[in-house]
């Protein structure tokens, strides 16, 4: 069978392009091409034996002479570029008669020729370059090309076919030029000391590694500005320094990769120290007659009226949506940790809080290592149906509640609710390959809730100790929640040593200590809770749920008023607010 991309990428070196192959779900390189490719046709041949479905991409900017607009569409999850496009276009004049191609979301991709630049001049790759949805793909950049389809079979396709032409436009190419600045010589410059040198170590321990395909080249030249512009640091201390953070990297860095974006973090980082990660045009609507604009920053200053308002996703429980934070929900950019001993309902809340969530219109995404996708679906589907689970499980249900699944799982499939289980990504789960579910589920569905089943299931980075794990993983979560702006509501089961003693109002739940993590997770959570279940002797259909706030850093819950009560229905699995049992909803077995 001919495979049309290794065919399309042997021509596309013929015109000088350098290629290399993606992956179909996620559209992340499967090779390292940061260090460079061969660039033969044997190579190609060699990487299209390995991956026979991969998509064919094109490294941006003088590796293949190449400067792509990008531009982004709504369908894609994306913004509105096509409206920044047309804007522009109307303004200064269209952008077109040039190599175009058609993305699988609707948006388009403008090829040009890399432009010959003076030396004091660069254009680096950027998101939103031109505006909203419209980026800029250049050097350390790549573009997937056709004749690419993506594992949902949605193609990349040409549409204009024209020789790719020279930046037709001077406002274009105003607009995504940056000029360097002088790199005065290092012995002009005041070296760090060894104070600087251990508050920027410091500060990368408290730094989310870089993952490719997740925006890690980015990331990383971020890391080098701070530790060129804000800690002046000499190459052999930078080098010294980010040595442990560098380890955490998926892939890490050579040391001729770092120093590179070291020294390019030099020449082009802009304003001053302590603003080194700024970039002045994005903000200069935002700092008119600012007496802070000197410095290169935007003051927000302090009327609480200038902040966004904090989201809160609704669990549909109405005990935990008023007494969690008091405000309708979980928090964005937060950690809520749900802890407990085995089969005391942890997941069974977790999961009832996300489906909930996602049948009110919101984002969702469980991250399942434990169990399946379909077992988790299958849950869902109970506990919305109040079909006991082992009834699905066996298929014995009557004629009746056949007709009630179907109308469950119709109803189920329209929520943007997505399960994913160890079929989503390679080997054993880690805090890396955590963050880049979460990071392509928030690109491509605009996740804003996340669970994650269980915390115990992330496996620890190759040479770290169980303290080391802990740690990382519990810093990892709470940057997870901060970076992609979600709710992240954790499962944790308790260590085996925990004191299983069931809790009192006086005696109170286990402390985070005894849970797994516990010795940094339930400081970098804002609410945590322990769970309790309590079956009715007489009523086997029904039992209790305790919640044991055993944090709530948003809350005004008092002390003395820490335990959240809910109904639980084994059989389905489902979990509601308490009932009155005297009147209350009753669901057959």
């Given amino acids: 069978m001919t495979n049309n991309a290794l065919e399309a990428a042997i021509k596309y070196l013929s015109l000088g392009w350098r290629c290399i192959p993606i992956n179909p779900e996620d559209k992340s390189a499967l090779v390292k091409w940061k260090t460079g490719t061969k660039g033969t046709v044997d190579q190609l041949k060699e990487w299209w034996t390995q991956w026979p479905n991969a998509m064919v991409a094109v490294l941006t900017g003088p590796a293949s002479g190449l400067l792509v607009v990008d531009v982004d569409t709504v369908e894609g999850g994306h913004q509105d570029g096509?409206?920044?496009?047309?804007?522009?276009?109307?303004?200064?004049?269209?952008?077109?008669?040039?190599?175009?191609?058609?993305?699988?979301?609707?948006?388009?991709?403008?090829?040009?020729?890399?432009?010959?630049?003076?030396?004091?001049?660069?254009i680096p790759?950027?998101?939103?370059?031109?505006?909203?949805?419209?980026d800029i793909?250049?050097?350390?950049?790549?573009?997937?090309?056709?004749?690419?389809?993506?594992?949902?079979?949605?193609?990349?396709?040409?549409?204009?076919?024209?020789e790719v032409v020279e930046i037709p436009n001077d406002w274009l190419v105003e607009r995504i030029t940056k000029r360097i600045r002088d790199n005065p010589p290092e012995s002009s410059k005041a070296e760090a000391t060894f104070e600087?040198?251990?508050?920027?170590?410091?500060?990368?321990?408290?730094?989310?590694?870089?993952?490719?395909?997740?925006?890690?080249?980015?990331?990383?030249?971020?890391?080098?500005?701070?530790?060129?512009?804000?800690?002046?640091?000499?190459?052999?201390?930078?080098?010294?320094?980010?040595?442990?953070?560098?380890?955490r990297c998926s892939p890490p860095w050579t040391e001729d990769e770092l120093l590179?974006?070291?020294?390019?973090?030099?020449?082009?980082?802009?304003?001053?120290?302590?603003?080194?990660?700024?970039?002045r045009h994005d903000v200069d609507e935002q700092i008119n007659n600012?007496?802070?604009?000197?410095?290169?920053?935007?003051?927000?200053g302090n009327n609480p009226a200038t902040f966004a308002p904090v989201e809160h996703i609704p669990t549909g429980i109405e005990a935990i949506d008023d007494r969690i934070n008091g405000l309708g929900g979980l928090r964005s950019k937060s950690v809520t940790l749900i802890c407990g001993k085995p089969g005391e309902g942890k997941s069974t809340v977790a999961v009832q809080i996300a489906a909930n969530a996602a049948a009110e219109g919101c984002p969702v995404g469980i991250i399942s290592a434990e169990l399946d996708s379909t077992d988790v679906f299958r849950l869902v589907a109970a506990q919305h149906s109040r079909i006991p689970r082992w009834k699905l499980e066996t298929n014995k249900v009557t004629n009746s509640e056949a007709g009630d699944y179907r109308r469950t799982k119709e109803a189920i499939d329209g929520w943007p609710l997505?399960?994913?289980?160890s079929n989503a990504w390679i080997g054993a789960l880690d805090r890396?390959?955590?963050?880049?579910?979460?990071?392509?589920?928030?690109?491509?569905?605009?996740?804003?809730?996340?669970?994650?089943?269980?915390?115990?299931?992330?496996?620890?980075?190759?040479?770290?100790?169980?303290?080391?794990?802990?740690?990382?993983?519990?810093?990892?979560?709470?940057?997870?929640?901060?970076?992609?702006?979600?709710?992240?509501?954790?499962?944790?089961?308790?260590?085996?040593?925990?004191?299983?003693?069931?809790?009192?109002?006086?005696?109170?739940?286990?402390?985070?200590?005894?849970?797994?993590?516990?010795?940094?997770?339930?400081?970098?959570?804002?609410?945590?809770?322990?769970?309790q279940s309590n079956l009715d002797k007489h009523r086997p259909d029904r039992g209790l749920l305790e919640l044991w706030c055993q944090k709530s850093r948003y809350s005004g819950l008092a002390k003395t008023d820490k335990v959240i009560t809910l109904t639980w229905h084994p059989y389905s699995g489902a979990v509601t607010d308490k009932l009155n049992y005297a009147h209350g909803d009753d669901y057959a077995a």
């Fill in 260 to 279: 590179q974006k070291f020294e390019n973090a030099k020449k082009y980082a802009t304003g001053q120290p302590g603003a080194a990660l700024v970039d």
């Fill in 290 to 300: 600012d007496p802070f604009a000197q410095f290169g920053i935007a003051a927000i």
């Fill in 82 to 122: 096509m409206a920044t496009l047309r804007a522009l276009q109307a303004q200064y004049g269209p952008l077109n008669g040039t190599l175009e191609a058609r993305t699988p979301s609707g948006g388009i991709h403008l090829y040009y020729a890399w432009p010959d630049l003076e030396e004091s001049v660069t």
């Fill in 432 to 531: 890396n390959k955590l963050r880049s579910v979460v990071a392509k589920g928030v690109e491509a569905y605009g996740w804003k809730l996340v669970v994650l089943d269980y915390l115990g299931l992330l496996a620890p980075v190759s040479g770290e100790n169980s303290f080391e794990t802990d740690l990382e993983n519990s810093t990892a979560i709470k940057y997870l929640a901060r970076d992609f702006d979600i709710a992240l509501l954790v499962v944790s089961a308790m260590r085996k040593s925990a004191n299983f003693a069931k809790p009192t109002k006086s005696k109170g739940a286990p402390s985070l200590d005894e849970v797994t993590g516990a010795a940094r997770i339930g400081y970098d959570a804002a609410n945590a809770f322990y769970i």
């Fill in 137 to 162: 793909k250049s050097r350390g950049g790549y573009v997937i090309l056709p004749p690419s389809i993506r594992a949902d079979g949605k193609p990349y396709e040409w549409v204009d076919e024209s």
């Fill in 125 to 134: 790759t950027k998101a939103n370059a031109l505006g909203p949805g419209v």
């Fill in 418 to 421: 997505h399960i994913l289980d």
């Fill in 196 to 247: 600087d040198v251990a508050r920027f170590v410091e500060e990368l321990t408290r730094t989310p590694p870089a993952i490719e395909g997740s925006g890690g080249d980015t990331h990383t030249f971020q890391t080098c500005c701070r530790a060129a512009v804000d800690y002046k640091l000499t190459r052999e201390q930078f080098l010294t320094a980010i040595a442990d953070w560098n380890k």
